[in-house]
């Protein structure tokens, strides 16, 4: 299986039942294989103060999110469909319902996009509504830093520099 170096750029929102919005975002190194007719992304991010492993597995009908570390869970998320889980941390185990709302993802010649609509629940309760959107692009390709900055690759390569 072949492992190409990416940026992975991530959106998330988070609306709870407050109707309070959390956004975030952030750019993370990550690998990208092919696998059948789909592609897996792996990257890693920090949770609840904690360094989680994260696998995303793209397939033609459904989108696996899945985490590993002292946070854990995987989530399966097909439009219309409601998936039982088990979220995992530290503290213990809560059960939790999702139900997804939207799953996209395109491969681009260079990179590709992804976008989740989905709510969450436990028991009975609804808690939020969170969406997440990604990008990807070959590392090799970009000339930015973690943040997003571009960087200078030597003289007559400066941004805005001729040549």
């Given at each position: 299986?072949?492992?190409?170096?990416?940026?992975?750029?991530?959106?998330d929102?988070q609306?709870?039942?407050a109707?309070a919005?959390?956004h975030g975002?952030r750019r993370?190194?990550?690998?990208?294989?092919?696998?059948g007719?789909?592609l897996?992304?792996?990257y890693?991010?920090m949770?609840?103060?904690t360094?989680t492993?994260v696998?995303?597995?793209?397939?033609?009908?459904?989108?696996?999110v899945?985490?590993?570390?002292?946070?854990?869970?995987?989530?399966?998320?097909?439009?219309g469909?409601?998936?039982a889980?088990?979220?995992?941390?530290?503290?213990?185990?809560?059960?939790m319902?999702?139900?997804a709302k939207?799953?996209?993802?395109?491969?681009l010649?260079?990179?590709?996009?992804?976008?989740l609509g989905?709510?969450l629940w436990?028991g009975?309760?609804?808690?939020?509504?969170?969406?997440?959107?990604?990008?990807w692009?070959?590392?090799?390709?970009?000339?930015?830093?973690?943040?997003?900055r571009?960087?200078?690759?030597?003289?007559?390569?400066a941004?805005?520099?001729?040549?």
């Amino acid at each position: 299986m072949v492992q190409v170096r990416v940026w992975l750029t991530l959106q998330d929102a988070q609306r709870d039942a407050a109707g309070a919005w959390r956004h975030g975002a952030r750019r993370v190194p990550a690998t990208l294989m092919e696998q059948g007719q789909g592609l897996r992304l792996r990257y890693a991010e920090m949770v609840a103060e904690t360094l989680t492993q994260v696998e995303l597995t793209l397939a033609p009908a459904e989108i696996w999110v899945c985490r590993t570390g002292p946070v854990a869970m995987r989530m399966r998320l097909c439009p219309g469909e409601d998936w039982a889980m088990d979220y995992h941390t530290p503290q213990g185990s809560l059960p939790m319902r999702v139900r997804a709302k939207e799953t996209w993802w395109r491969r681009l010649p260079s990179g590709g996009h992804l976008a989740l609509g989905y709510e969450l629940w436990v028991g009975d309760q609804w808690i939020s509504y969170n969406t997440l959107r990604a990008r990807w692009r070959p590392a090799e390709e970009e000339t930015g830093d973690e943040h997003g900055r571009t960087l200078a690759r030597g003289p007559g390569h400066a941004p805005g520099a001729a040549g």
